[in-house]
């Protein structure tokens, strides 16, 4: 984990972020007119603290994962992205020492909810250290997903269901790629307001530009 609200494990302490996305301007683009900063910036260590420090400048949505197992898994997670539309896939990223993470990779599969903007108690309980295994999902509304019949949050933008197609370690997490089986959509796109992670903390979305 990186920076978000995520915690399912004995080490975890925040939501998990992706992997660093690459923004180096290709060769011809146009210009922009950020102001130059003036003299040399201070470096940042290369280190967990530092590392977690820069990911905290990348805002992502949060999504809470979903598997079964003898109980229903739960954890807040935001290292989630598309992979691929033709076929449908995403991965997400799951640490190795979480619940979660053996819990798909046994079942192979698992549910993506992403959250709206007022389900931040929803994210704060299933990224909260020490919260029971047995009846964690009690405390959160959910829908049974109509494809592989996955515990889903109810009220969450978009519901997936996902069949685990590989899983690559990579240091202390799993990159799980997942093909998605089920698609639900709830309201309109131009009326949805979703739950977003920056900065360390909870946001919202303030409307195209």
Known sequence: MTDGPVTDGPVTDGPQSDAPQTGAPQTGAPQTDAPQADGPQPAVPVDRDGFRAAMSRYPTGVTVVTARGRHPHAMTANSVTSVSLDPPTLLVCLEQDS????????????????????????????????????????????????????????????????????????????????????????????????????ASGYRGLTGPL
């Open 99 to 198: 619940r979660v993470h053996d819990a798909v990779l046994d079942d192979g599969r698992f549910g993506v909810s992403v959250l709206a903007a007022d389900q931040t108690r929803v994210s704060s309980w299933l990224a909260s250290r020490g919260r029971p295994l047995v009846g964690q999902l009690s405390r959160v509304p959910t829908v049974t997903g109509a494809v592989l019949g996955l515990p889903l949050v109810r009220g969450s933008l978009v519901r997936m269901e996902c069949e685990v197609e590989a899983a690559h370690p990579a240091g202390d997490h799993t990159i799980v790629v997942g093909a998605v089986r089920g698609l639900e959509l709830d309201g309109d796109v131009e009326d949805a307001a979703p739950l977003v992670w920056f």
